[in-house]
């Protein structure tokens, strides 16, 4: 006796239509478009060749001898190539620059002028976002128009209050003033970022007993990383290539001013010192180029994308 086998059942799945993007994948989307146009490309291009100019100058000048420096352009070093690191010996273990010191000095200021407006920020936009309390957008509002505010306007006002309190002359009164005109901009970007972040998350979090601490932690932060690491490198950017917030509140303290405020000084008192200058400014790009070649990748995503993962 045989048996016939069972014929298998087809079973129609249901076709599932294209997944709707939200906004922050069409605002990237669209910027990714206009980006990748030949004429963004060109542009790009174009500006990227100035830009590069400049710097190939300066680090040409830089391993230059003196002599030739002082009598010849950079640019005649293709026809005459000659090579030295007397320059970088000088600005780095020279005892009459000290460029060490101030480098070791702009480090230990840009890092906390970068922890500290962040950390304010993140927790004064939670609170802007998704508390209510009494005078929440009139308070935000105020925050918001403290960025038209001219920095040159609060030196003065600003130097008088640390000199009363007895911080002139140390790294707070840098490290404060920098977090004081960072927080307006910072605090404005990360509310931003957090209102776009859907209310169903922070409402589930809430229905599963979460606080504010713990949604804070683990239901937002991940989502802010991008916005994070944009303002980070901008900040960081803005503090290290910094003269004039560093020239009034630690210009005259040698163990508080940062590497732009000893180059200031080679321009202005030692100009003639070309190959010591040309050096030093190379050694104070070296960071900030670093910085940025490592966070590009952030920028397009932090400021454009959000903080909403698709």
Known sequence: MTTTPPVPVMVEQPVKGPRKLTKAELRASEAKTKLSSPW???IALVMAFLWTIPTLGLLITSIRPQASIQTSGWWTWFTNPEFTLENYDEVLFGSSTGFSTY?????????PAVVIPITIALLAAYAFAWIDFRGRDLLFVAVFALQIVPLQVTLIPLLTIYVDLGLAGSFWTVWLSHSIFALPLAIFLFHNFMKDIPRSLVEAAR????????????VLMPLLV???????????????????VALTFAGGTPNVAPL????????GTRGQDWHLLSAGAFVALIVPLMV???????????LLAGGVKG
């Open 103 to 111: 480098f070791v000095n702009s480090i230990v200021i840009a890092i």
């Open 40 to 42: 963004a490309t060109g």
């Open 207 to 218: 229905v599963d007993g979460a606080g504010h601490v713990r949604i804070f932690f683990t």
């Open 226 to 244: 991008p916005a994070i690491a944009a303002f980070t490198v901008f900040q960081f950017l803005w503090v290290w290539n910094d003269l004039l």
């Open 292 to 302: 940025f070649l490592f966070g590009q990748r952030f920028f397009v995503r932090g």
């Open 260 to 267: 732009t405020v000893r180059l200031a000084d080679l321009s």
